[in-house]
């Protein structure tokens, strides 16, 4: 009697523990899809306040197919069928998101109910005063990129001529090249930025592929810096930070070669145009840069060659010579200058505290004079004498 008591009680035990688990169970699931429900209300209602916010102030809302064809065509990005995602990504390099249902871009990283500030949910009344707020200039933002980007509209411009960064990131970072007036304008200030090297991708190569490399925009940016010597180096940046990442950028080697071919040409006609600042054929800045890429591609020239130089008889000459001199100075072709900071600096004797006499660019072929220890005694193309870190000096692949 007292083991079928033992035994009422254990199943009782056991079946209250299944019980309970299965209660918890059932809790936990409808707290996930509360959590589910609370994201997406969020999500909904941030979409009606940001679409009736821009509306009101004139945006156009384009037909969702129209607006696919738009973030394809500027973004490279390929939208749903159907407009569903509330924060599609454009790019793990950038925190703006677009909102499908309301057919724009959102240029913040966080939606208008993310207000730790606040105790407690905020309100969508506490969310629209934060985008109608002028101080941080959310609203205004809102407008001004998606008016510029998905209605062309010209009352943007004023906006874009006072905020230097975002006329920048709008022409250079979104591929927006329509406006001439802004984009004469964000060359202006990119002058001032370091954008030449940190964003050499987004300026050659536009982000949808299918169209290839930025030919129009390099003119451009060419032209403003072309006047003389001074002006050329943000140009010349964008070239160095080519060169260095020439041989790993994902893009179709003939795209690659193109967009070279097309820096090569602005800097023949800049050397062609300002014979004064070149002593000699090898000081020129087409011949130096060139020289670079063959030093660190070499199928380059035979590239070139098999496309005929694509018809460019500048370019089969400077080639040509660039071939003839290297071939007539003996030992130039066996050692060329890798450094991850883009040069390297010729010192005066051994060691770091020695007097820099010359700096060379990353990619420049040396003639390696003598090999004791760790620094090497070293000639330039252009007849300079020193010594250099051995770590510094690569044996050309024959």
């Not at 159907?82 to 909102?99: L, V």
Request: proline content about 2%; charged content about 30%.
């Amino acid at each position: 009697m007292k083991m079928v008591r033992l035994l009422l009680i254990i199943a009782s035990v056991f079946l209250t523990a299944c019980m309970s688990r299965a209660s918890q169970k059932t809790i936990t699931k409808r707290k996930t899809r509360l959590a589910c429900f609370e994201r997406l209300d969020a999500a909904e209602a941030n979409k009606r306040i940001l679409e009736a916010y821009i509306k009101k102030r004139g945006y156009k809302v384009p037909s969702y197919q129209e607006f696919r064809d738009k973030c394809l065509f500027l973004l490279g990005v390929s939208l749903n069928k159907t407009p569903e995602d509330y924060a599609y990504n454009i790019s793990s390099q950038m925190e703006y998101t677009i909102n499908e249902p309301a057919r724009l871009i959102y240029t913040e990283a966080e939606n208008l109910f993310y207000q730790p500030q606040i105790n407690g949910e905020p309100t969508e009344e506490e969310a629209i005063k934060t985008l109608e707020n002028k101080e941080n200039g959310i609203g205004d933002k809102l407008i001004a990129y998606n008016k510029l980007l998905f209605n062309d509209d010209d009352a943007t411009l004023a906006y874009f001529m006072n905020h230097q960064e975002d006329a920048i990131e709008v022409v250079y970072n979104l591929d927006y090249e329509k406006k001439t007036i802004l984009t004469k304008k964000a060359i202006t200030f990119a002058c001032q930025t370091d954008v030449y090297t940190e964003d050499m991708e987004d300026i050659l190569f536009y982000k949808n592929k299918e169209r290839g490399f930025r030919k129009n925009f390099i003119a451009e940016i060419y032209q403003q810096c072309c006047p003389d010597n001074t002006k050329m180096e943000p140009f010349e940046d964008l070239v160095d930070a080519y060169h260095k990442n020439f041989i790993k950028l994902n893009y179709a080697q003939p795209v690659k070669d193109e967009c070279l071919v097309w820096l090569i040409d602005c800097l023949i006609d800049f050397d062609e145009k300002h014979p004064e600042y070149f002593a000699k054929l090898t000081d020129t800045k087409s011949y130096q840069h060139l020289s670079n890429f063959i030093g660190v591609d070499k199928q380059l020239v035979q590239r070139l060659t098999t496309r005929d130089f694509y018809k460019n008889s500048k370019l089969r000459k400077l080639v040509s010579d660039i071939k003839l001199i290297t071939q007539s100075t003996e030992g130039f072709t066996d050692y060329y200058i890798s450094d991850s900071d883009g040069y390297c600096n010729i010192r005066k004797s051994k060691g770091l505290s020695a007097q820099i006499i010359k700096r060379i660019t990353s990619g420049c072929f040396v003639n390696v004079l003598e090999k004791q220890g760790n620094w090497w005694k070293v000639q330039t193309k252009d007849g300079v004498i020193g010594y250099m870190h051995k770590s510094r000096i690569r044996r050309a692949l024959k």
